[in-house]
């Protein structure tokens, strides 16, 4: 198994500027998330799903959207990059809410220019 | 919501001295307790966890940590500190489908 999975490692933005990062997980996991994480502020929750097809807001969704056609893959996407989104990415997974722990991507390091 | 806190956001210690990283948890319920370290431009890596069964639960690398309702805390120890276990450290409760992560404490190991 590889786990959870992201793509790219890297990236740098120009403000206003749209993207997607990719996550996969191989495990068969119910349930996906999407953190950042921010010097002294930990990780935040943006957005998770509990499913295909069912998505719900986080603690910090605004600014990001996301969608979960496949059990596989849960992209976050960027709609009109902004500054304030500079930040590194986490994409976790776990099997169903009844699994406490959850798996964590290497994560993306997204810079905003 | 459930919550944790982390007290010191940088702890520095001796190698081979006792490592305590401090964490008190807020839950109406009994929680779902983990810690997490992070070595530098890496991911995050689960240390231990805590799902209500004992209440001293051994991790990775020689860490631990003790469930303590009375003080609501979950602090990490490890009797001895290696130059290795410098790094960033997360205590995080379960609420819900999500995890509330504490600020983080930063590492240092000197020799």
């Known amino acids: 198994n590889a786990g959870v999975t992201q793509t790219p490692k890297f990236q740098v933005l120009k403000t206003g500027q749209s993207m997607t990062l990719q996550c996969a997980q191989d495990?068969?996991?119910?349930?996906m998330s999407w953190y950042r994480q921010d010097p002294g502020m930990g990780l935040r929750l943006i957005h998770y799903?509990?499913?295909?097809?069912?998505?719900d807001q986080g603690e910090v969704p605004n600014g990001y959207n996301v969608s979960r056609s496949t059990t596989e893959d849960f992209p976050l996407r960027l709609l009109s990059a902004a500054p304030s989104q500079t930040s590194v990415y986490f994409c976790a997974s776990s099997y169903s809410l009844g699994e406490p722990e959850q798996y964590f991507g290497p994560g993306t390091r997204l810079t905003v220019t | 919501a459930q919550s944790v806190t982390q007290l010191g956001s940088h702890v520095s210690v001796s190698e081979g001295a006792l490592v305590l990283l401090r964490c008190n948890y807020s839950?109406?319920?009994?929680?779902?307790l983990f810690w997490y370290v992070q070595y530098p431009n890496q991911g995050l890596q689960l240390l231990l966890k805590?799902?209500?069964?004992?209440?001293l639960v051994k991790g990775i690398n020689g860490f631990e940590a003790e469930f303590k309702k009375s003080e609501t805390s979950f602090h990490l120890t490890k009797p001895s500190a290696h130059m290795s276990d410098a790094a960033e450290y997360f205590c995080a409760v379960r609420t819900g489908y999500a995890l509330n992560f504490g600020k983080g404490t930063s590492l240092l190991v000197t020799p």
């Open positions: 799903s509990v499913g295909a097809g069912i998505t």
């Open positions: 495990m068969n996991h119910e349930y």
């Open positions: 839950s109406s319920v009994p929680p779902y």
């Open positions: 805590y799902t209500s069964a004992a209440t």
